[in-house]
């Protein structure tokens, strides 16, 4: 399996996917348009172990809903990214049984260096 999880309006995915230069091969998953599915964040949590992890502490709705001061569960994290896009730290990058999440240089990096290496 090779999917990207990503938003076709945030330029940094979009700088992302064309910089590592993702090929036919992967499944382009537009969050916004086709939100994601229980299976599918459940898929990522089985290769991330922590929904904590693949949650944007940087999205709007996380200040406008003041989360910054709560602490939350990890059911709590799973359901606020199945109930809004925005949540979902992006890009998330699955080629096989390893993922790639966010857009940190060293994700990027680490993604350039695994492709490299197939």
Request: proline share 2%.
């Amino acid at each position: 399996m090779k999917v990207v999880f990503y938003l076709k309006s945030c330029n940094t995915c979009i700088r992302i996917i064309k910089e590592i230069k993702l090929d036919s091969s992967f499944e382009f998953r537009e969050i916004k348009s086709k939100p994601l599915t229980i299976q599918e964040i459940e898929m990522i949590y089985s290769l991330s172990k922590n929904y904590e992890l693949i949650f944007n502490k940087r999205s709007k709705l996380f200040s406008e809903k003041k989360l910054k001061n709560v602490t939350l569960t990890e059911l709590e994290y799973k359901n606020l990214i199945l109930n809004n896009y925005t949540f979902l730290k992006r890009p998330v990058i699955i080629i096989r049984n390893k993922i790639f999440i966010g857009n940190s240089k060293k994700n990027v990096l680490e993604l350039k260096k695994h492709l490299s290496e197939q």
